[in-house]
């Protein structure tokens, strides 16, 4: 039987910052890689092989994958298993 848990930040701000999709998107795969990271050791202790699921769509027909490849890029450079 396979379990998931899934770790969501919600920050709360006065306006939405500036930036373009791109940069957001990556962004969000830094903050899921650092999360990620901080738990390694509980994972490791569980034999637990560590993903970081992106949100980032696979079809280029939407705007967020202009970020795909280098988010997929980064989270595998840093030894985790991609998923978008």
Do not use: Q
Request: aromatic residues 8%; charged residues 30%; proline residues 4%.
């Amino acid at each position: 039987m396979a379990y998931g848990t899934v770790i969501v930040v919600l920050r709360k701000e006065k306006g939405t910052p500036k930036i373009g999709t791109k940069e957001r998107m990556l962004r969000e795969v830094t903050l899921s890689v650092e999360a990620a990271y901080s738990i390694c050791d509980i994972l490791e202790k569980y034999d637990v092989e560590p993903e970081v699921h992106a949100d980032i769509n696979t079809d280029p027909k939407f705007e967020s994958n202009i970020a795909l490849k280098e988010a997929m890029g980064y989270i595998l450079g840093m030894g985790f298993v991609f998923k978008a």
